[in-house]
């Protein structure tokens, strides 16, 4: 089976940094994406890790150790608009292609 | 604009009916993916389709139905068979190339009374 572990809450303040981490366990691991999803609104895409190490984006940056079963997303200066959920989840060929298994997700506040 | 429609974005039923939620996308991905999100868990994949006329079950498949005539189209349908139907409702899609996401539709909220 599949398992993921990220912390349900973390707050922050607005300008600084936030990592927030993610750990999992399953067998056919070939990728980790990282989704922002504002309350009632749709997940959208920020990150994807398949090799090990970090992967920049603007204020956003994911990293991924998969002997470790590890990978975090760091957001840089934050803003009141990052305050959102984010979704860690894994794909696993054993699920069938392109299928993601999720974790239960980070909810992040970010005050001023 | 390309993307993915839900409709509607609330939906009301009485316990016993059943219900069809509707899911469109243009974006000529191939693959098309139902989950339900409920408070505190994550998302839990309901049903999945990689091609038109060929779908598979996902983890919570009990009390739903799927049909996949269309490539753009994937309509999830609540039956009252499903003994806790009130959740988000999350429709997806993707390109068969597995280091691409999946794009996400804006919900649907349905809750049975």
């Known amino acids: 089976g599949q398992n993921i572990d990220q912390p349900t809450e973390m707050t922050a303040t607005e300008g600084a940094i936030v990592q927030i981490n993610c750990t999992y366990q399953t067998s056919g691991f070939n990728g980790l994406f990282w989704y922002q999803q504002h309350a009632g609104e749709a997940p959208t895409f920020l990150s994807y890790n398949v090799l090990d190490g970090l992967e920049e984006k603007g204020r956003f940056s994911s990293f991924l150790s998969r002997s470790k079963g590890y990978s975090y997303l760091l957001l840089k200066e934050l803003q009141m608009k990052d305050s959102a959920s984010y979704l860690c989840?894994?794909?696993?060929?054993?699920?069938?292609?392109?299928?993601?298994?999720f974790g239960t997700g980070t909810r992040l506040t970010v005050i001023p | 604009d390309g993307g993915i429609t839900q409709s509607p974005k609330y939906l009301f039923r009485k316990e016993g009916q059943n219900v069809t939620l509707s899911c469109e996308q243009n974006l000529n991905h191939d693959a098309m993916y139902w989950y339900r999100q409920d408070p505190g868990q994550g998302l839990r994949l309901i049903y999945y389709s990689q091609i038109v006329n060929d779908f598979q079950k996902g983890d919570i498949a009990e009390g739903y139905s799927v049909s996949r005539e269309k490539k753009e189209s994937f309509p999830l349908t609540v039956t009252s068979a499903q003994k806790n139907p009130t959740a988000f409702y999350l429709c997806a899609s993707s390109t068969r190339d597995t280091t691409y996401e999946q794009y996400f539709g804006p919900g649907t909220r349905l809750t049975v009374t």
């Open positions: 989840a894994v794909r696993d060929d054993l699920r069938g292609a392109n299928n993601l298994f």
